[in-house]
């Protein structure tokens, strides 16, 4: 299976802008992707990519950069926009045409030992963990219009909100109580196109208190405790599908499991789930080939 998911983002990589041919040294922008690509489909750290044993036997003629090489390549600004652009092209190839949206969070723990000075502790699922976490939002299409990186105790609702905003999406936007914020429901009215639908944190029935509500929380409160919430209810059962989402970028072989010891410091662990990212969507595309062309 690595080996056909690696030819398929090959491809991809070849059928993109042409400017990324160019070279620097002896290799190609699309080149230092692909071999870094190779070593996060096998999981394994980019200095065993080097090695030719570790490679198909069909593919050992091709010739291998340095480790300092790759160090310094995966850095330059070329290989950053080609990693951006390949993002662009898989995650948010689908995001067309979908109106209801879900917003959650990931930990990703580390050690409690390791020197990450760029790691948080914080809060993760019913524990206090010392790590990053994930911070994604899926469409009824699995698409990933927006997804952020932050250490573990970065308040969610902070990341949520860069994520409203960036985001070229419409419809309602679905998620727990943890982000029943008066400035995310504001976001949100000041992008006129969205509503956030959350339960409120400290449950029904109870009042506002003294502070002026937005708009947009009061609707989420009319969606959702009406006498008829149906539909509000409806949305709310939706959500379960990030957890679904969130289960199937893990749950085999290339996915993304817990932060392996080589992926320290924001840039590495950005890149790397980045790469993840890209890989699961690939995966579980129904014919991979769609992404080519």
């Known amino acids: ?33 692909a071999v870094y690509y190779w070593s996060v489909l096998c999981d394994r750290p980019i200095s065993w990519a080097l090695e030719r044993a570790n490679w198909p036997i069909a593919l050992r003629r091709h010739p291998l950069p340095s480790n ?5 390549r995966l850095r330059s600004k070329g290989v950053r926009q080609l990693l951006r652009e390949l993002e662009d092209r898989v995650l948010r190839k689908l995001e067309r045409g979908t109106l209801v949206w879900l917003i959650d ?92 639908v959350a339960p409120r944190r400290y449950g029904p029935g109870r009042g506002h208190g003294h ?27 939706q959500r379960d599908d990030i957890e679904r989402y969130f289960g199937n970028l893990t749950n085999w072989g290339g996915g993304l499991s817990p932060l392996p010891p080589w992926a320290r410091g924001y840039r590495r662990v950005h890149r790397w789930v980045q790469a993840k990212l890209i890989i699961n969507t690939i995966k579980r595309a129904p014919c991979s080939t769609t992404y080519v062309g």
């Not at 070849?14 to 040294?25: I, L, N, T, V």
């Not at 300092?68 to 310094?72: D, G, I, N």
């Not at 539909?231 to 709310?236: P, S, T």
């Open 68 to 72: 300092s090489t790759m160090s310094r």
């Open 1 to 33: 299976m690595e080996h056909q998911l690696w030819k398929v983002i090959v491809a991809l990589l070849e059928a993109m802008d042409k400017s990324h041919a160019r070279r620097e040294g002896d290799y190609t922008d699309r080149r230092i992707v």
């Open 211 to 237: 502070r002026k509500q937005t708009p947009g929380r009061l609707r989420s409160k009319e969606i959702l405790e009406n006498p008829n919430p149906q539909f509000g209810m409806a949305l709310l059962t």
């Open 105 to 196: 969070g990931k930990p990703l723990p580390i050690g409690g030992a390791s020197k990450d000075r760029q790691a948080g502790y914080g809060r993760a699922a019913s524990c206090k963990a010392k790590g990053y976490k994930l911070h994604a939002m899926v469409g009824a299409d699995k698409s990933l219009p927006e997804w952020r990186l932050a250490p573990m105790n970065t308040d969610e609702r902070k990341m949520a909100k860069r994520m409203l905003q960036q985001a070229t999406i419409a419809g309602y936007v679905v998620a727990d109580a943890n982000y029943d914020s008066n400035k995310l429901h504001a976001t949100c009215d000041e992008r006129g196109n969205l509503q956030l």
